[in-house]
């Protein structure tokens, strides 16, 4: 069986490479559906076939930046990406992951990287999950009573209002995502998820995506799309800056794009038959997995924490595609409906 | 619901003030790793690749980023021209919350 092993050079281990296939197509789809790199599965999954941490980091960086260009090409598509709001954000992410990435690197010198990193991942998945249920949560209650809230119907949380009243120039309109605010507000919020991506190793939309859709105010499904753009650019950024350190292994790199490839338009063409509120919900569960089976490898229980996060990107991609391929039959039967009825459906 | 927000995020503020004493307590600092690549047990393009990461890291970082960015376009046209072909409407969809 070694033919199933593949030698890393650089890390200089040998890697089950149908694992990072695998790990490629799972995070093609959860990323594509949830607008983000997925590295938050990659890293720990990288680092459960045998990568040290700090490789495990880098090499993550580099995928999620190839896997997140193939989304955003399909996401550009349906019109979900806001470009002006992307490229203001740029910036901000560029500083952040650098000061995020020196972090790391002094970490890493003073040899306790792997666990103050699992800290910081546990920490935020658990105050994004919160907020994430808390929002739901919010709006079941508004609906119930009968509040409707705008042209997006009843909303939990909306901080996005308050900040939009800040009135500190320049004001920008984004005409994707349907609303204006002060140019600060992006810059910002891309600055602070950028340190995090950095740190964290991922491409940051993990923290950018619930950033854009509650600090920010963009729609679920141009926060996505506007987002993944995001990943891609800081991915290969965050890949420059992770190459330079040393810490990537090209090779695995692509291995996993290459499975990415297919997952990608998987959970990219998905969220086209989804609605907002259900993409919120299945990410939060998606989040508090994660951070249990970060919890759990902290305190020793590797295989449980291994086999809980494999179950959830299982479940997960089983979930994403059931959407896909469900709405895509009934847009296809749809279409030979109208065909026979002689009204060709465009 | 407020006095449970506020609670929570004290919460997270301690616990990540505290990450630094968890670092420094954890004993003597390193020195910076060095990580030199295997080419013995490699050949061709790998050889290649393993031989700029240990000679020239700025190289290797831009190559890195290029190839990333060439193997991530070829792939992401190649699976749009078969998609393409699926008969799916993937240029419109309706934004829907709930």
């Known amino acids: 069986m070694d033919w199933l092993y593949m030698y890393m050079p650089i890390a200089g281990v040998n890697i089950f490479w149908p694992g990072l296939v695998l790990i ?35 090499t993550d960086m580099a995928h999620i930046a190839g896997k997140s260009m193939i989304s955003t090409m399909r996401h550009a598509k349906f019109g979900n990406v806001d470009y002006k709001l992307g490229f203001i954000m740029v910036i901000g992410t560029f500083i952040g992951i650098e000061v995020g990435a020196q972090l790391v ?57 308050a900040f939009h009243k800040l009135n500190i120039p320049p004001m920008v309109h984004f005409k994707t995502a349907g609303f204006t605010c002060s140019a600060w507000l992006p810059s910002g919020v891309s600055f602070l998820t950028g340190v995090l991506a950095g740190f964290l190793g991922i491409g940051g939309g993990l923290f950018r995506m619930p950033a854009l859709v509650y600090l920010i105010g963009c729609p679920t499904h141009i926060a996505v799309g506007t987002d993944l753009f995001e990943v891609m650019i800081s991915g290969l950024y965050g890949a420059f800056t992770f190459s330079l350190k040393g810490r990537i292994e090209l090779v695995a790199v692509f291995v996993m794009l290459t499975g990415a490839a297919i997952g990608a338009q998987i959970g990219t063409v998905a969220t086209k038959y989804a609605k907002g509120y259900g993409i919120r919900i299945a990410f939060g569960i998606a989040v508090i997995c994660c951070m249990i089976s970060i919890i759990l490898k902290q305190f020793g229980f590797s295989n449980s924490s291994a086999a809980l996060i494999l179950t959830t990107i299982g479940l997960m991609c089983v979930y994403i595609s059931a959407i896909m391929f469900k709405g895509a039959a009934a847009e296809l039967r749809e279409k030979k409906a ?7 459906l465009s | ?27 003597e600092t390193a020195t910076n790793l060095v990580v030199v690549a295997d080419t013995r047990r490699v050949s061709g393009v790998l050889k290649y690749i393993a031989n700029v990461y240990n000679t020239d890291p700025w190289l290797f970082a831009v190559w890195a980023v290029v190839i990333t960015a060439v193997w991530g376009a070829i792939l ?13 409407d993937l240029r419109s969809r309706k934004i829907l919350e709930h």
């Open chain 2, 76 to 88: 992401g046209f190649l699976m749009d021209f078969i998609m393409e072909r699926s008969g799916l």
């Open chain 1, 338 to 344: 109208g065909k026979q009825a002689g009204h060709p």
């Open chain 2, 1 to 27: 619901m407020r006095k449970l927000l506020r609670r929570v995020l004290a919460l997270f503020a301690a616990i990540g003030a505290s990450l630094p004493g968890f670092a420094w307590a954890s004993g």
């Open chain 1, 24 to 58: 490629g197509f799972s995070v093609g789809t959860i990323g594509g559906f949830f607008g983000m790199g997925g590295a938050w599965m990659v890293t720990p999954g990288l680092n459960i076939l045998g990568f040290p941490m700090a490789f495990a980091i880098g």
């Open chain 1, 105 to 161: 690197m002094y970490l890493e010198r003073l040899g306790r990287i792997d666990a103050v990193v699992r800290y910081v991942y546990v920490i935020f998945l658990a105050l994004i999950a919160f907020m994430v249920f808390y929002d739901y949560a919010k709006a079941v209650q508004k609906k119930k009573a009968g509040a409707v809230e705008g042209e997006r119907g009843t909303e939990g949380i909306t901080w996005y209002k």
